[in-house]
């Protein structure tokens, strides 16, 4: 089974610049999540998708950050303009999430990240 | 802050000793996940334990879950130096929204 696809792996931009990244999840998977990781610390969840519609984005800088998830599959997340606290590492992961209640409780399968440098 | 809450921040401890940390969060959930992030590689899942449940084992891993006081520890027993990475709980709330902790640093001493 292939794994959650993330590029690119590496990106360095100079603030003000705009970025992009793109997620392409496991075959199947419903629930689509971008989550920023600044070092040292755990991952932040910026938007959660359920196919292509928006479960939570209550932590995603709107006024900077947008995400799109097209046809319920692949996926973008924007910055435009990058600020230097930017710089983190940007995780793309999937699951299953089917149904609610205890029909969600399946695991979140991470990609390898995108580790973007704002300079 | 959405995310729970791990401690200690950082721990290390010998091969052959029990390493345990401990998660809290803030709301009601469906379930809880631990997970292990190698340095500079992607998080990959460990163990989940549901709402209704106290307690699991996997392997040298055990989960504990106490939802009166929003929070959960893991116990690894038997630790070797493999085990040296970062450890995260996660909680997934009934919205399905899923949220993780701080972390946890564990160093593994051959």
């Known amino acids: 089974e292939a794994g959650v696809a993330q590029s690119p792996r590496y990106k360095i931009i100079e603030k003000r610049q705009s970025v992009a990244f793109w997620c392409n999840p496991i075959s199947g998977h419903a629930t689509l999540y971008w989550y920023q990781q600044i070092l040292g610390q755990g991952p932040k969840l910026l938007i959660q998708?359920?196919?292509?519609?928006?479960?939570?984005d209550s932590q995603l800088p709107k006024d900077r950050f947008s995400a799109e998830r097209l046809k319920g599959v692949d996926s973008t997340l924007k910055i435009q303009p990058a600020k230097l606290e930017d710089s983190a590492v940007y995780l793309c992961a999937s699951s299953l999430g089917r149904g609610t209640g205890s029909g969600v409780d399946t695991e979140a399968f991470f990609g390898q990240g995108t580790r973007l440098t704002v300079v | 802050s959405q995310q729970g809450e791990e401690d200690p921040q950082a721990l290390s401890i010998q091969e052959g000793e029990n390493a345990t940390m401990n998660c809290s969060y803030k709301t009601s959930i469906n379930n809880l996940q631990w997970y292990r992030q190698n340095s500079g590689r992607g998080l990959v899942h460990l163990i989940l334990i549901r709402s209704n449940e106290r307690e699991k084992h996997s392997g040298r891993l055990r989960v504990t879950l106490d939802t009166s006081k929003k929070s959960s520890s893991l116990l690894i027993t038997a630790s070797r130096a493999a085990d040296t990475a970062s450890y995260f709980c996660?909680?997934?709330?009934?919205?399905?929204?899923?949220?993780f902790g701080t972390g946890t640093s564990l160093t593994v001493i051959p």
């Open positions: 996660a909680h997934r709330r009934p919205g399905n929204q899923f949220y």
């Open positions: 998708f359920q196919n292509n519609g928006v479960v939570d």
